[in-house]
Structure formats: structure tokens, C-alpha cells
Nanobody
Framework: QVQLVESGGGLVQAGGSLRLSCAAS????????IGWFRQAPEKEREFVAA????????YYLESVKGRFTISRDNAKNTVYLQMNSLKPEDTAVYYC??????????????????WGQGTQVTVSS
């Protein structure tokens, strides 16, 4: 089982930046995939980005391409989501999740078995 803890959320003005962190512990193998999802009030949980731990392959939601960057630090067992040019519609609770599914890319919440507690991101206009 993998344990995940997110941090780095907060309040930022439109056009600003935030960097979210997802610290992983427990049973971590090189084949793990880490994803970021978000959920706004009264909306379904939405895929944002994913990274394959070993290959470094990444995949993004179309609307965040060019603004968000997912990366990992193997030594720290941490995945980051750098969010630039933030928009009010990016406001949501952001979650990181882990999966050992072998296909790629992974974009459905049901494909991820471990989840963090979430961190709030609020972008004011």
C-alpha cells in the first residue's frame, strides 16, 4: 500500500503560480504511476496530469497543457505539479493518486488505488 500526502495549495490571484507536492511512502516500486486530479464543488473528479515513475512519461489534461508541469524527485519519493498562469476555473481540491496499472496513460479515478487527502487551490479573479 502506498501512502500519499499533498501540500502546497493556497489562495493565488489569476495569472499566478503554485507548486503542489505529493510525498509518497510505503510500498513504492519503479512501475508506479502518479496522477493529479481535481474536484470543484458539485463537479466530478477530473484528471489533470500523470507521470510514470520509471520512464518519466507524462500526460496532461488538454486545458492545462503549457501551464502545468508534472515532475518527480526519485530521491525524495515526491511528485510535483507546477501550476503557472492559473485561472479561476482551476479552483478545486487537488488530489494525488497512485496506480500500478500497466497501461498508459491512466486518466480515470477508478484506475488509481491510493489517494491523498487533497489540498485546496483557490484562484481569485
Amino acid at each position: 500500500q502506498v501512502q500519499l500526502v499533498e501540500s502546497g495549495g493556497g489562495l493565488v490571484q489569476a495569472g499566478g503560480s503554485l507548486r503542489l507536492s505529493c510525498a509518497a511512502s510505503g510500498r513504492i516500486l519503479s512501475t508506479i504511476n502518479i496522477g493529479w486530479f481535481r474536484q470543484a464543488p458539485e463537479k466530478e473528479r477530473e484528471f489533470v496530469a500523470a507521470i510514470h515513475w520509471f520512464t518519466g512519461s507524462t500526460y496532461y489534461l488538454e486545458s492545462v497543457k503549457g501551464r502545468f508541469t508534472i515532475s518527480r524527485d526519485n530521491a525524495k519519493n515526491t511528485v510535483y505539479l507546477q501550476m503557472n498562469s492559473l485561472k479561476p476555473e482551476d479552483t478545486a481540491v487537488y488530489y494525488c493518486a497512485a496506480s500500478y496499472e500497466t497501461h498508459w496513460p491512466l486518466v480515470r479515478p477508478g484506475e488509481f488505488g491510493s489517494w491523498g487527502q487533497g489540498t485546496q487551490v483557490t484562484v481569485s479573479s
